[in-house]
C-alpha cells in the first residue's frame, strides 16, 4: 500500500506542474513620455525698474503659440506673454506646452537709481540701432548698463554738447531740452547706475 501512495503523490504532483497554467502574457509597455526629446528653451526680454518701484516687466519671445502656458516664480500659469509691475529682483520663468513639458530660464530685473533709469529708458528709445542689439558704432554698444555708465562723459559730450555734432542722428535727434536735462542731472548726481 505504501507503494501505491507514493506511486499516487508522485502521480497527482506531475499532473499538477504540467497541468499549471504559466503566465505568458506579455508586461505591458512603459508608459509613453509625451516629453521625450522635447526641449523647450524659453526665451524673453525683459524692462528694468527703478529700485523700489515695480515697473519692470518679462515678455516672452519664444516659445509662443497656441497651448503655451507661462509662470514666473511658481505663481501660476498663465496664457499670456507678459508679466507686468514687477519690482527688481531674480525670477524663473516657466514655459510649458500642452503636453505639461517644460523648461525655465533665470532672468533678473534690475533697480535702478531713478536718474540712472531715465537715461536708460532714453538711450533704449534713441540710441538704437546704432549702439544697440549688439550693433557698435563709435566703437560704443549700449547693451549693458555698465557700457552706459562707463561711456557717461561721451553720452553727454554727443546727447547734451552737440560736440562734434549731436546725437542721436536722424530721425531722433536732437534730444529735447527735457531729455538732455536728465542726462545732465544723472552725471551730475555722480553717473552711476544707482543714481
Do not use: E
Not at 497651448?67 to 507678459?82: D, E, M, P, R, V
Amino acid at each position: 500500500m505504501k507503494r501505491n501512495a507514493v506511486y499516487s503523490l508522485f502521480i497527482i504532483a506531475a499532473c499538477i506542474t504540467a497541468c499549471s497554467k504559466s503566465d505568458t502574457t506579455p508586461a505591458p509597455p512603459p508608459p509613453i513620455d509625451p516629453c521625450a526629446g522635447i526641449t523647450i528653451t524659453p526665451v524673453a526680454t525683459v524692462t528694468h525698474t527703478t529700485t523700489g518701484l515695480t515697473q519692470g516687466t518679462i515678455t516672452v519671445t519664444s516659445p509662443i503659440g497656441s497651448g503655451f502656458l507661462y509662470s514666473i516664480g511658481g505663481s501660476g500659469f498663465q496664457a499670456s506673454t507678459n508679466f507686468f509691475n514687477l519690482p527688481a529682483g531674480n525670477y524663473t520663468l516657466t514655459a510649458k506646452n500642452a503636453n505639461n513639458c517644460s523648461g525655465t530660464k533665470t532672468l533678473t530685473i534690475n533697480g535702478y537709481g531713478a536718474k540712472f533709469f531715465a537715461v536708460r529708458t532714453i538711450i533704449n528709445g534713441y540710441c538704437g540701432p546704432c549702439h544697440l542689439n549688439g550693433t557698435i558704432n563709435g566703437n560704443k554698444n549700449f547693451d549693458a548698463d555698465i557700457d552706459v555708465v562707463n561711456a557717461w562723459d561721451r553720452i553727454k559730450i554727443r546727447a547734451v554738447d552737440g560736440n562734434p555734432s549731436f546725437m542721436p542722428i536722424a530721425p531722433n535727434s536732437p534730444l529735447t531740452a527735457i531729455d538732455k536735462q536728465k542726462i545732465v542731472d544723472w552725471v551730475n548726481a555722480g553717473h552711476r547706475i544707482t543714481d
